[in-house]
């Protein structure tokens, strides 16, 4: 059993960089990113730079628990339009340790790939982003299929919604149906040569995709 959505809180980052780590390690750009890491420098530096979003008041993190534990087995966030203070912006800019033995190659790819929505439009101080460049949106694999992750995301379209504002998101090929089918459109697309680390032709592709505002049913303003 599952419970409502809730808000994630600091002490649920532990649960919640165990979904990532599972979450991207069969991604075919993670994989040979990663290959030879060690598990504890892989959480060590995603948790540095997961954890300090818990300082920003734009960045709200949504998580689904299991019932009986309590554990995180599913999350997102959602990045809202904000101007930055300058105290917000210090915390935005810190630099994570960097993780032994990355492959610099791939990684450079990897944030090529992942951080492109401002070449679509993306304007922080205007527009919603959703969190799947993977800043991140992941669920258990033991409660996957069970439509937790369109629940998350249909939640962050509301929010949206009430705001009026358009919500964007980069998305990697195990995600972007699921973010089609709850309303976002591709606008562009990219894609990278991975077969130099073995890589497939789709591993190296992602997808920029928006989702504009709904207008709100009388009831729902209220």
């Not at 009986?68 to 915390?91: C, D, F, G």
């Not at 033991?142 to 939640?155: A, H, P, V």
Request: charged share 35%.
């Amino acid at each position: 059993m599952t419970s409502e959505i809730d808000e994630g809180r600091r002490e649920d980052l532990d649960d919640m960089m165990s979904l990532v780590i599972m979450g991207w390690k069969e991604d075919g750009m993670w994989k040979p990113m990663m290959k030879d890491v060690t598990p504890e420098d892989e959480r060590g530096w995603i948790s540095a730079h997961f954890g300090k979003r818990f300082d920003l008041p734009n960045f709200p993190f949504l998580v689904i628990r299991e019932k009986s534990s309590n554990k995180v087995i599913a999350w997102t966030s959602l990045e809202y339009p904000a101007v930055r203070t300058a105290e917000e912006q210090k915390i935005e800019e810190v630099t994570e340790p960097g993780c032994r033995n990355i492959n610099k190659d791939v990684e450079k790819l990897f944030g090529k790939v992942i951080r492109g929505t401002k070449d679509i439009g993306y304007d922080s101080t205007k527009h919603f982003r959703l969190c799947q460049d993977r800043k991140g949106s992941f669920t258990h694999p033991d409660y996957q299929r069970q439509g937790l992750m369109t629940l998350l995301t249909q939640r962050c379209n509301e929010i949206a919604d009430r705001e009026g504002a358009a919500t964007f998101v980069s998305a990697r090929p195990t995600s972007k149906k699921m973010f089609e089918s709850c309303g976002f459109m591709i606008k562009a697309e990219r894609h990278v040569d991975m077969s130099p680390w073995g890589g497939t032709e789709e591993d190296g592709w992602n997808w920029y995709l928006v989702r504009e505002p709904e207008p709100l049913l009388k009831d729902e303003e209220a």
